[in-house]
């Protein structure tokens, strides 16, 4: 089966740090360019972050740079997305999403919740 | 790094027509064939139904077509069923390689 499965959000402080899991089966992972997406509750998709497919270019939103890392493992299929200096407004669910064209993405995954709060 | 505007609400009657539009500028939407649009139900992760400007995606019902002018964008759905009643949501790619969501469109069948 096609899919993409996050793992690793949950309560953190603010200013700490998390790390995001995306494991993939069902599509040669090493071929595909990957991003992260997040929603804020009630709100509107911020794109956050692009590795291309050999981790030899990566991109992130002005939000986030210079605290977030994304990275890839394209020997087990997966992704990642290091967080840190974590703030209340990075409370969000953070979906790992599979690149067709540049800024299409065919494939989701079903989030994971990151809440930071005291 | 602005979001794409996208109008807050559209509203039709089963059976109609309705557009989406998506505006950004020359360093994005206007720049690329690079745009794509989601469709969301509550709850669940977003869904890609054009890609590309105008093409759709497999599985993507042929009720849904985009166009673009210059710096904006569109999504029509034609026919209009309760289905479609969902939040949608335009990418594009950008002048400095990165991606860039519109701020997203309530669409309500009446």
């Known amino acids: 089966e096609v899919q993409l499965v996050e793992s690793g959000g949950g309560l953190v402080q603010p200013g700490g740090s998390l790390r995001l899991s995306c494991a993939t089966s069902?599509?040669?992972?090493?071929?595909?360019?990957l991003s992260w997406v997040r929603q804020a509750p009630g709100k509107g998709l911020e794109w956050l972050a692009y590795i291309s497919t050999n981790s030899a270019s990566v991109y992130y939103a002005d939000s986030v740079k210079g605290r977030f890392t994304v990275s890839r493992d394209n020997a087990n299929n997966l992704l990642f997305l290091e967080m840190n200096r974590l703030r209340g407004e990075d409370t969000a669910t953070y979906y790992c999403v599979k690149e067709q064209t540049p800024a299409s993405w065919d494939l989701w995954g079903q989030g994971t919740l990151v809440t930071v709060s005291s | 790094q602005s979001a794409l505007t996208q109008p807050a609400s559209v509203s039709g009657s089963p059976g109609q027509s309705i557009t989406i539009s998506c505006t950004g500028s020359s360093s994005d939407v206007g720049a690329y064939r690079y745009v794509s649009w989601y469709q969301q139900h509550p709850g669940k992760a977003p869904k890609l139904v054009v890609y590309d400007v105008s093409n759709r995606p497999s599985g993507a019902s042929f009720r849904f077509s985009g166009s673009k002018s210059g710096n904006t964008a569109s999504l029509t759905i034609s026919g209009l069923q309760s289905e479609d009643e969902a939040d949608y949501y335009c990418?594009?790619?950008?002048?400095?390689?990165?991606?860039?969501f519109g701020s997203g469109t309530k669409v309500y069948v009446l």
């Open positions: 069902g599509f040669t992972f090493r071929s595909y360019s």
């Open positions: 990418s594009s790619y950008t002048s400095n390689s990165t991606r860039v």
